[in-house]
């Protein structure tokens, strides 16, 4: 799969009218598909289970992920924190490091039901959608809500240059579910906002920050939820993760959410290798929809492998995809040379024997889907979520930290030289 018919076409931004920071981003992502992987991680130095560090993922590797994610809900309702409890000066003074840092910033937005106010949890009431469009009864709300989420974006600054930061926003994320007042379902199982309203709030919302806020330092990702997503065969698979798509004119990021495939150990997740077969048609279809789209692919929520990641056992296909990506991913690849490591076991402290294969869920499973072909090497990032010990047993869980079983594998991990942490991405700003 992947890697057949290569087309593509020039890459146009959904803001014609972007910052000069986010033009840069713009161009260096689409220059970097294909030649690396960035690894993200949710609420880096908010969530932190370790001892005596301000991040996991630094405790383990000595670095720091290349891309950092957050979250806006409570802005619209003008709340001093956001749903994870963290302050929105915080979150602000979280982007800027990682900014300055030279990571990528990303925000997910999962706010109020517009409805009935009820927050993650219990924010589901029927016409929640109908309501916000224009002629609905709480459209005014909505676009005072927009106001809020323009104007903290907008506050996110670089001190020397006085423009506002880069940030992939991904509205609306997840909508093929039915957990959230934006989900339209699946065309198996939809929820009562049909495709053309879920069309229309995305449209009327990017318009609005864009056109009447005059926000520009945004990108914008789409990112529908992989479990409800027919995968029987590549054509089902994109005519799902296509389903309720707002239009090329409006999405720079061909994005998705995949607790699914990367799935917490339990009766309801014994098929390992029928699962990355199925995440690795997953990564083939968005990676090459982004290529014939000009857009840029990302995984941009994934599960935190593990236990059932490690009961998979390598082909051959994924050994000799290993081995061949010892080497740099491209020979374009200016940031190679960065890791000065091979592609041995590592840490940021000291090195590591190299784990048992049930120890090494990160490279013989996601790693060997993410290089599975060319089209899955184009998905540019791969974010697993927050590090929340009451998540401990489930996919949605974070990375590992000091003392995990996983820890020496997750090291290996960021120090392949196709995945990139802070310190091994080239220049992007």
């Excluded at 992502?29 to 690396?36: I, T």
């Excluded at 910033?105 to 517009?114: E, L, R, V």
């Excluded at 495709?195 to 009327?204: G, I, K």
């Excluded at 940021?348 to 120890?359: F, I, L, R, V």
Aim: aromatic share 10%; glycine share 10%.
């Amino acid at each position: 799969m992947g890697g057949e018919n290569l087309r593509s076409v020039d890459p146009q931004p959904v803001d014609p009218h972007l910052n000069t920071l986010t033009r840069t981003l713009f161009r260096s992502l689409h220059q970097a598909s294909g030649k690396f992987a960035m690894f993200g991680h949710q609420n880096e130095t908010s969530n932190v289970i370790g001892p005596n560090t301000d991040s996991d993922v630094h405790a383990v590797t000595g670095t720091y992920p290349a891309l950092w994610g957050s979250d806006l809900s409570g802005v619209e309702r003008d709340e001093t924190t956001n749903i994870d409890g963290f302050s929105m000066g915080d979150v602000r003074d979280e982007l800027l490091r990682a900014y300055t840092m030279g990571a990528v910033t990303t925000m997910s937005w999962h706010s109020a039901n517009p409805i009935t106010f009820g927050g993650y949890g219990h924010n589901m009431a029927p016409g929640s959608v109908a309501a916000v469009l224009p002629g609905g009864a709480r459209h005014g709300q909505f676009l005072e809500w927009l106001d809020r989420v323009a104007s903290f974006l907008d506050s996110v600054v670089d001190g020397v240059s006085g423009e506002s930061v880069p940030i992939v926003f991904r509205p609306f994320h997840e909508h093929t579910g039915d957990w959230f007042w934006w989900c339209t379902g699946s065309p198996a199982q939809p929820t009562d906002t049909t495709p053309e309203q879920f069309v229309a709030l995305w449209r009327m919302t990017v318009d609005y920050l864009r056109d009447s806020c005059g926000l520009h330092n945004v990108l914008y990702a789409y990112s529908p939820d992989r479990s409800r997503i027919d995968m029987s065969s590549e054509s089902t698979c994109e005519a799902g993760y296509l389903y309720a798509y707002p239009g090329d004119d409006y999405v720079d990021v061909l994005g998705f959410d995949d607790y699914w495939d990367i799935a917490p150990a339990d009766v309801e997740a014994e098929r390992p290798r029928e699962r990355h077969d199925d995440l690795i048609t997953m990564l083939t279809v968005v990676g090459r929809l982004a290529r014939e789209r000009g857009k840029i692919a990302a995984a941009t929520e994934v599960g935190s492998p593990g236990e059932f990641a490690s009961r998979y056992v390598m082909s051959a296909e994924d050994e000799a995809a290993l081995a061949g990506a010892g080497a740099c991913a491209s020979a374009a690849d200016d940031g190679c040379a960065a890791h000065g490591e091979s592609n041995a076991v590592g840490s940021g402290t000291a090195q590591t024997a190299a784990p048992s294969e049930s120890d090494s869920p990160w490279t013989r499973y996601l790693l060997t889907a993410a290089l599975a072909n060319s089209d899955t090497r184009r998905v540019l990032w791969y974010m697993p979520w927050r590090n929340d010990p009451g998540a401990a047993g489930t996919g949605a869980y974070g990375t590992p930290v000091e003392g995990s079983r996983y820890a020496a594998d997750f090291r290996r991990f960021t120090k392949h030289p196709f995945i990139r942490m802070a310190n091994t991405l080239p220049p992007l700003y």
